[in-house]
């Protein structure tokens, strides 16, 4: 919970900043040249121990395909921390996620929404640090567990200077496990789910046009 509070905080936080550099700005609300690539940075993975980076290509004025993919690596698996404390060790994981993007306005807009369907897959492993019936003795098992998911989600570009915007959204799509057997074991409610239904999901991160 305290992951998704300072998430919404971080998210509100620069888009306020954002709405106050732009407020001077009466005109003009478009850039000169529409941008035909995004290079995107998503700083809140690195707080689950992960790391981002991902691109958006212009298929038109108001459509694009963007591509995430995503590594995550902790010897002492900073994302389960929380919720597992020290019982996990040497997480790694990898995620690839696939939009397209359906923009109300043309893309050289310095305010602009969107409607992304996307298809993702992800796949992570930990080491669990398990109690055996002798004291003091633990047995360590290799957990893993691969999902495969599929849904939308809403969101919005915003400049926060001329060529650098803040990209926020909110959505929801449908997780199956695909491979391993331990997706309630590694499964963490809106920050890592890989366990089979609907699952709530939302991303905050900036973004360079090229």
Same mark, same amino acid.
């Given at each position: 919970?305290?992951?998704?509070?300072?998430?919404?905080?971080?998210?509100? &936080?620069?888009? &306020?900043?954002?709405?106050?550099?732009?407020?001077?700005?009466?005109?003009?609300?478009?850039?000169?040249?529409?941008?035909?690539?995004?290079?995107?940075?998503?700083p809140?993975?690195?707080?689950?121990?992960?790391f981002?980076?991902?691109?958006?290509?212009?298929?038109?004025?108001?459509?694009?395909?963007?591509?995430?993919?995503?590594?995550y690596?902790?010897?002492?698996?900073?994302?389960?921390? &929380?919720?597992?404390?020290?019982?996990?060790?040497?997480?790694?994981?990898?995620?690839?996620?696939?939009?397209?993007?359906?923009?109300?306005?043309?893309?050289?807009?310095?305010?602009?929404?969107?409607?992304?369907?996307?298809?993702?897959f992800?796949?992570?492993?930990?080491?669990?640090?398990?109690?055996?019936?002798?004291?003091?003795?633990?047995?360590?098992?290799?957990?893993?567990?691969?999902?495969?998911?599929?849904?939308?989600?809403?969101?919005?570009?915003?400049?926060?200077?001329?060529?650098?915007?803040?990209?926020?959204?909110?959505?929801?799509?449908?997780?199956?496990?695909?491979?391993?057997?331990h997706?309630?074991?590694?499964?963490?409610?809106?920050?890592?789910?890989?366990?089979?239904?609907?699952?709530?999901?939302?991303?905050?991160?900036?973004?360079? &046009?090229?």
């Open positions: 919970m305290k992951s998704i509070t300072f998430i919404l905080l971080f998210a509100f &936080a620069i888009q &306020a900043q954002a709405m106050n550099s732009r407020s001077t700005l009466t005109e003009p609300v478009v850039r000169s040249k529409p941008f035909e690539h995004m290079v995107h940075f998503n809140l993975a690195l707080f689950i121990a992960g981002e980076v991902g691109y958006e290509k212009a298929i038109s004025p108001k459509q694009s395909f963007y591509v995430n993919p995503g590594y690596l902790s010897e002492e698996a900073g994302l389960y921390d &929380a919720q597992y404390g020290n019982q996990k060790s040497d997480m790694n994981g990898f995620k690839l996620e696939l939009q397209y993007r359906f923009y109300r306005k043309s893309n050289n807009y310095f305010r602009n929404v969107y409607l992304a369907p996307f298809v993702l992800k796949t992570f492993n930990v080491l669990d640090h398990r109690n055996t019936n002798t004291p003091n003795v633990y047995e360590n098992v290799r957990q893993s567990a691969s999902s495969a998911g599929f849904g939308y989600q809403l969101g919005m570009r915003n400049s926060l200077f001329e060529n650098i915007y803040l990209d926020i959204a909110l959505g929801g799509g449908v997780m199956v496990p695909v491979s391993g057997d997706h309630s074991d590694l499964h963490i409610n809106f920050i890592n789910p890989l366990q089979k239904g609907v699952q709530f999901r939302m991303s905050a991160g900036v973004c360079i &046009a090229l």
